[in-house]
């Protein structure tokens, strides 16, 4: 049923009708949850045949097994606007749970999915109420995740939002959410669920430099930098014997870039984003400082301390990365 729903998920109408109609035979919860998949990935015409096919077999008799719950986790938002959310299915009394994680961009929609169907529940963060914050040690990571505990009705909703932009610009669906994420849409009760997120805080009605630096060290943002997209020769205009000081040529370059129409959109919404996310693990007060910081970036105020702080800070990380390519030349 599931390579099925694969294949359905890439091909066109007319390939997609028939196996519509055989999973819709397949008096199976997996014929159910394949159709539940589809009726999430095709496009909307294709959708509503799916449910119908859905609704043939639950008057049929399939049933869905409804105590096979999942928990979600979201990570904070990275800079470049990417964010993982974690799906988890334990079965009951199992010392193993399904892993689904999906890497999203607020733009791109779905980047990759990962799935492991056996993690020993000791590897997991612990269950915890919605709005928890956990502190994961990877193996092999030289630093902590941190992942915000979500109601699955969350989880899904940003899932959806995700896949909204991808279906917009016809990209092909991950395999493994197709494949392995079956069971994400397959329990009616999350179905029917509004996802209830938290109201976000007034944004900041002013903001210093200390509170720029109180966000920007934040362990949500603290890997926060903007790529600057400088070449060799700008480097050399923007004069690189005095570019690593304060109010130099090349800052107020960067400051500059950060308040273009397209970057500031970017920014804009990743902000926004992790006001959400920071309001969600109960740090209001950062929540509201990165909700004014964003509507400084959209005024596009060049001299607000969020965009010369940010600026600065991707500056000294761009000119370690030209360091450190220069040095690779100079061995090779």
């Not at 539940?36 to 909307?44: D, E, G, I, T």
């Not at 400051?255 to 926004?272: E, K, W």
């Not at 920071?278 to 965009?307: S, W």
Request: aromatic share 6%; glycine share 4%.
């Amino acid at each position: 049923a599931f390579l099925l729903a694969a294949i359905a998920a890439q091909a066109p109408s007319d390939v997609v009708h028939p196996i519509l109609r055989h999973l819709g035979t397949m008096r199976h919860p997996h014929g159910y949850a394949a159709l539940s998949v589809l009726a999430h990935l095709l496009p909307s015409e294709l959708q509503a045949i799916a449910r119908r096919q859905m609704r043939k077999l639950r008057m049929a008799g399939v049933s869905i097994d409804e105590s096979l719950v999942f928990r979600c986790l979201w990570s904070p938002v990275s800079a470049g606007g990417q964010s993982m959310v974690w799906f988890i299915r334990q079965q009951p009394q199992a010392t193993t749970a399904q892993l689904l994680i999906a890497v999203l961009h607020n733009k791109a929609g779905v980047l990759h999915v990962e799935a492991n169907p056996e993690v020993p529940l000791d590897e997991l963060p612990y269950p915890a109420p919605a709005g928890h914050e956990h502190h994961l040690r990877v193996h092999g990571a030289t630093a902590e995740l941190y992942l915000a505990e979500l109601t699955p009705a969350q989880g899904l909703d940003m899932l959806a939002q995700a896949l909204h932009p991808q279906a917009e610009i016809d990209l092909p669906w991950p395999e493994e959410l197709v494949v392995y994420g079956h069971w994400l849409w397959a329990l009616p009760q999350y179905e029917a669920a509004a996802p209830a997120w938290p109201a976000l805080p007034a944004a900041a009605a002013t903001v210093t430099a200390d509170d720029v630096e109180e966000l920007l060290t934040h362990h949500a943002c603290k890997a926060w930098t903007w790529t600057l997209p400088w070449d060799e020769a700008t480097w050399q205009k923007l004069g690189p014997e005095d570019a690593l000081q304060r109010g130099s040529a090349a800052h107020q370059a960067a400051q500059r870039l950060l308040v273009q129409d397209d970057v500031a959109t970017s920014l804009q919404q990743r902000l926004q984003q992790q006001a959400l996310w920071l309001t969600l693990v109960n740090q209001q007060k950062l929540a509201a400082i990165a909700l004014a910081c964003a509507e400084a970036v959209r005024q596009g105020d060049i001299d607000h301390p969020f965009v010369v702080h940010f600026a600065w800070r991707s500056l000294l990380t761009a000119a370690a990365d030209r360091a450190a390519r220069t040095a690779l030349r100079l061995i090779k």
